[in-house]
């Protein structure tokens, strides 16, 4: 599976590059985002490491990862997942084959509050969207993580429901909003 280049305004949706990997270890800084991603970042190798696993998805078919971009720096990542990934890293089944897929994403903190999260969910959204096997889009987002679900509402995201103890973060289960998109949406 290959990694499209998106535009979208004056951001570009991009394969992930080695050149991503100084970015992504000072968004680690961030403590949530270190909780999402777990990355250490003083670790500048496993930064490096993190941007070949990311590659390595979409070899695999399991999903796409995107460096969002402003002409050729590195703002943050968003990801379209179409398979399930177990907490041990193994595969189950294929969330396309059922119609759906799952989006996440993230903005280094020195980014924020500039709309970029908006726009790539917007155009990442869109393009999935137009995916002959794809009818429906989900996130996950913690009630506490306002600025995200504010972020999905703007991308034209419906709140569903809660899902209790979703989700194993850190050293506990969270709770997770989930959002949905549909093509008509």
């Not at 190798?45 to 590659?55: K, L, M, T």
């Not at 990542?77 to 897929?101: F, N, Q, V």
């Not at 989700?167 to 969270?174: A, E, I, K, P, W």
């Amino acid at each position: 599976m290959d990694t499209p280049r998106l535009t979208a305004g004056s951001l570009v949706l991009r394969a992930p590059s080695e050149r991503d990997a100084p970015t992504i270890a000072r968004a680690a800084s961030d403590p949530y985002i270190q909780l999402l991603i777990g990355l250490d970042p003083t670790d500048q190798d496993n930064a490096h490491e993190r941007v070949r696993r990311q590659i390595l998805r979409a070899e695999l078919g399991l999903g796409l990862s995107f460096a969002i971009a402003d002409t050729d720096e590195m703002l943050g990542s968003i990801g379209l997942w179409l398979r399930a990934i177990a907490p041990d890293g193994s595969t189950g089944y294929r969330e396309e084959a059922h119609g759906r897929a799952s989006l996440h994403y993230w903005v280094a903190p020195e980014f924020r509050r500039r709309g970029y999260a908006t726009v790539a969910l917007n155009a990442l959204s869109a393009w999935a969207l137009g995916l002959s096997d794809v009818h429906r889009l989900e996130l996950f987002i913690e009630p506490a993580n306002m600025p995200s679900w504010r972020t999905a509402e703007r991308a034209r995201y419906h709140r569903e429901g809660l899902l209790r103890s979703w989700q194993q973060l850190g050293d506990s289960r969270r709770d997770m909003y989930v959002y949905s998109r549909l093509p008509d949406d």
